[in-house]
């Protein structure tokens, strides 16, 4: 039984149900804990990726820069409408982003996937950083910090204490070797790239992202660590020790093909689950996310990497009203039809077929709006 609300108020066998509480039915479909990507950038859905660099990621950056700088592209309003659509169609019932561009929070009025908008905060140096983005980030509940190279120290100590109490804090963090030579010495293309675009230079600093994490202030809990593709596996084990939520976006490591094996070298929970964007990904698709990271990783299962999807997602956002269908969850499902009948009989069975790649029907729904 479903309250006004929305939430799960019981459950119990129809011949409980009491005779004033009205009915639906649905013959035939399997219901699921409606999945969570706790990343992705709505920007950039019709971007020419498959086209760009990839070797590196500063060659990436530079064609991804390049791109933007040209008329003919969507404008990120636009771009948050497609991508929300497709997501929607693929079943995602929450989405946290981050907001590079003014109208990529999506619009106003939405249903589902629900949207986390967190500001990105770009800021190379003091003067392109306006301390106004914290009433945004008191509003919808954090701010995003692009990444340790393209943001002052002053300002990311900024970001890190204002949600130190309340909200969260989301960073792109140790994605790549070049982010690690860039902090521990100024080396490398990212610290060349900075430098051909006159950007103030601050690396050759700290020990390694972790460390720079800990000099702002970040490494603790109601912060999201996204990729970690150069991360080692002593530090991830340092960071989920501290509370950091890690964000693994499989597409995107297939994209730049990073193996991800640190993740299970670590022995740590599995992270939660992100898609990136279409800049740096085929689809922004939940089921293919797990898909891609049962296949990379197919250790823990297909029970641990769908709970990875929907349980240590909410717990990365800080939604623990969602990723379950329990009483007091939110009924927010991933509804499924043409189902197979031994699909049916266990939850070991149902997982083995959502992390299964194959095209399945399905549908996002939050109850009772239904």
């Known amino acids: 039984m479903v309250d006004p609300a929305g ?3 019981a459950c119990c066998s129809e011949d409980e149900v009491p005779a004033n509480v009205p009915m639906q039915c649905f013959p035939g479909e399997v219901w699921a ?13 019709d971007a020419p990726s498959a086209s760009w660099r990839r070797h590196g990621f500063t060659p990436w950056v530079e064609d991804l820069l390049a791109w933007r700088m040209t008329a003919e592209r969507l404008s990120a309003a636009e771009s948050a409408v497609q991508s929300l659509h ?7 019932g929450l989405v946290l982003s981050h907001v590079a561009e003014r109208g990529a929070e999506g619009p106003p009025k939405r249903g589902l996937p629900e949207v986390l908008p967190l500001s990105e905060v770009f800021a190379p140096d003091e003067a392109s950083f306006s301390p106004g983005i914290f009433e945004a980030g008191r509003k919808n509940g954090g701010l995003a910090l692009h990444a340790p190279y393209s943001v002052t120290p002053k300002v990311a100590q900024q970001v890190f204490t204002a949600f130190q109490e309340q909200g969260l804090v989301s960073i792109h963090l140790g994605e790549h070797p070049e982010e690690r030579a860039y902090l521990v010495d100024g080396s490398g293309p990212m610290a060349e ?26 490494k603790r809990e109601g912060v999201l660590a996204v990729h970690g593709g ?3 596996a002593d530090e991830l084990q340092v960071l989920e020790k501290s509370g950091v ?13 990073r193996p991800p094996t640190q993740y299970l070298q670590a022995g740590i929970p599995l992270p939660a689950l992100g898609c990136d964007s279409r800049a740096s990904n085929a689809a922004l698709d939940p089921l293919r996310e797990v898909a891609l990271a049962l296949k990379m990783m197919p250790e823990p299962g297909a029970q641990a990497w769908w709970g990875a999807l929907t349980q240590r997602g909410a717990k990365a ?4 009203d969602l990723g379950c269908l329990d009483v007091g969850d939110q009924a927010r499902v991933l509804r499924l039809t043409e189902t197979p009948l031994e699909v049916q009989e266990s ?3 149902l997982c083995d077929y959502l992390c299964s790649g194959v095209a399945i029907a399905r549908e996002v729904c939050s109850f009772p709006s239904c």
């Open 317 to 320: 956002v800080q939604r623990i």
């Open 7 to 9: 939430q799960i108020a």
């Open 230 to 232: 150069d991360l080692q």
């Open 33 to 45: 804990a409606a999945p969570i990507l706790a990343h992705a950038h709505l920007e950039s859905f």
């Open 347 to 349: 939850a070991a069975a």
């Open 86 to 92: 497709e997501l929607k169609q693929n079943g995602c």
């Open 245 to 257: 939520a890690m964000v693994f976006c499989p597409g995107t490591h297939l994209y730049f093909d």
């Open 193 to 218: 790239l900075l430098a051909r675009r006159e950007r103030p230079m601050v690396g050759g600093q700290w020990k390694s992202p972790v460390d720079w994490l800990h000099a702002m202030g970040g």
